[in-house]
């Protein structure tokens, strides 16, 4: 039943925005009402485990070239405005606000309350307005389920009006193209319009939250996974797509604070969001048990086939697109903490799959190189990835989040490092990439060592062992690590050419540099110390 009969008339959650309709305003509905609706609308069908399966259209994946931030009194001197962050005038916004509260007035359209930051002390309250059931269930998964009580008094911090069928016009709109996300800090508002990939709405919450929460409160925002021990002890996983970042966060021991985006706080570690927005692509119950068995009814499965004459989920198929998902709420996993908030990090992991096979499997940083490596967020592709890519091919995202980091990536990693001394945290580089040389040569790190390195990281088997110094990079690099062979803890002991190491190791170093010319005005003194050495 909808929630309708204990609020005002559901027509009054649009007025605020100007927008009236001849159609059902269909507010707060459970999932198993917006799986139905759609059903009965041709939008989607159910799997064999219950899961709703929809495809979004001509979008699978974000289109970071078309999200744009209203430039303004606000934004104009704080955003770090680069090919992430990309301006739009005020006038645009206001037109297409009004071109789009037009278009849903003779629509039919689904509107939720929810709320992001688990911590009530940061917490957002976000109104969803959407043109299809199927977007606003992943509304429900992903933000914070406010109780039947708190909807009574709701008040939106901030609006997002979402129709993937509405198209703007380039010419007038001030748009590359007719999809669009656009951020108005100003009027609180995110607009999503030409595209049904849903992981917009994340994402662009996502980053006002990069905004507000380091520049008006003072907690570090974090593109992360997080978990917590028995004790309390908090460990922090960051990591690009690829290098192990859910897999690794994923420990039956442990407690799952979050899968991908937390808040740093003077006393704790807070989830954002109240759901999981999970890959697919070959996906296992033995792999990733947690996440295949949350498949289920009240789930949203994103862009998958079936096979042949079936309703069973082919997850190896990527016909429509590699990046397959699903959306589930936190209570679905079964090790997940709620409320979803841990105590302050002890230790935190970058990850990366170095496909070149120079970087340590674990070194332990000190604050200069941390923020260093933090701002360049690295990881490697390798063949066969992505198209084009027959070589591994370097990738590096400030912050392990480019996309979403509307301030200078040197704010999030200053942050970091005073975070990181004034709690005296442990921060590891893991290595999940090559070992015995680059891809093609060597192999890939071997999974059972690499969570072996990390068990011993957390339980401080590594506190007393001797360390070396990398001689490019930096990093310290233990001599020993419980249950993982020594001779693979220095790189450059497992490649047969030990000077093709040397070689490779420097000009890996050199495309750090490079890569760190556009940041180096941002940052401090200490940062810039810690780069590689060549």
């Not at 954002?272 to 996440?291: H, M, Q, R, V």
Request: charged residues 20%; contains cysteine.
């Amino acid at each position: 039943m909808s929630i309708d009969t204990i609020t005002d008339a559901p027509f009054n959650r649009t007025k605020a925005i100007g927008l009236t309709t001849s159609k059902a305003v269909h507010y707060q509905l459970m999932p198993a009402q917006l799986v139905e609706a759609t059903i009965n609308r041709n939008e989607g069908t159910l799997n064999n485990t219950g899961a709703l399966v929809i495809n979004t259209g001509k979008f699978t994946g974000r289109s970071p070239k078309d999200k744009f931030i209203v430039k303004d009194s606000i934004t104009k001197d704080t955003i770090h405005w680069n090919e992430f962050n990309l301006p739009i005038d005020q006038q645009y916004f206001d037109q297409l606000k009004e071109k789009m509260i037009n278009y849903l007035s003779d629509k039919e359209i689904w509107v939720r309350d929810g709320y992001v930051c688990a911590d009530p002390k940061y917490r957002l309250n976000v109104r969803v307005i959407n043109e299809n059931p199927w977007s606003n269930l992943f509304a429900y998964n992903m933000f914070l389920r406010p109780t039947d009580a708190e909807l009574k008094d709701f008040t939106p911090d901030w609006h997002i009006i979402q129709a993937p069928n509405f198209k703007a016009d380039p010419t007038i709109d001030g748009t590359r193209q007719e999809n669009f996300a656009i951020v108005s800090f100003s009027q609180k508002t995110i607009l999503i319009g030409g595209t049904g990939y849903t992981g917009e709405m994340k994402k662009g919450i996502f980053t006002i939250l990069n905004y507000i929460l380091p520049h008006e409160k003072n907690v570090l925002s974090m593109h992360c996974s997080a978990n917590m021990g028995d004790d309390g002890d908090t460990a922090v996983f960051f990591g690009l797509s690829g290098t192990g970042k859910t897999t690794l966060s994923a420990d039956p021991k442990r407690h799952l604070i979050g899968d991908d985006e937390h808040g740093w706080t003077n006393d704790s570690v807070f989830n954002f969001e109240g759901g999981c927005y999970a890959k697919t692509i070959d996906l296992s119950e033995e792999k990733e048990p947690e996440i295949y068995h949350a498949i289920r009814a009240g789930a949203l499965v994103e862009n998958v086939t079936f096979f042949e004459g079936t309703n069973e989920i082919d997850f190896s198929s990527k016909k429509i697109t590699e990046n397959t998902r699903v959306s589930y709420p936190l209570s679905y996993i079964s090790n997940a903490l709620e409320p979803s908030i841990g105590k302050t990090p002890k230790n935190i992991f970058f990850l990366t799959a170095d496909a070149y096979g120079i970087l340590p499997p674990i070194s332990k940083l000190n604050a200069g190189e941390a923020m260093y490596q933090f701002i360049s967020g690295y990881t490697a592709k390798v063949a066969g990835t992505e198209a084009g890519v027959v070589e591994p091919k370097s990738t590096f995202s400030a912050c392990f989040g480019a996309p979403f980091l509307p301030l200078h990536p040197g704010h999030y990693a200053e942050m970091l490092g005073e975070k990181m001394k004034a709690h005296d945290v442990n921060v590891w580089m893991i290595n999940t990439g090559w070992s015995g040389g680059p891809y093609g040569i060597g192999h890939r790190m071997k999974l059972p060592y690499t969570r072996a390195m990390i068990t011993a990281a957390l339980e401080g088997k590594l506190n007393d062992v001797a360390f070396e110094a990398h001689p490019v990079f930096g990093m310290m690099m233990p001599l020993t690590c419980p249950d993982v062979p020594s001779d693979i803890l220095n790189p450059r002991n497992t490649w047969e050419d030990k000077n093709a190491y040397d070689i490779k190791a420097k000009e890996l170093g050199a495309q750090f540099i490079k890569n760190f010319e556009k940041y180096a005005a941002g940052v401090n003194a200490e940062i810039l110390n810690a780069a590689p050495k060549i």
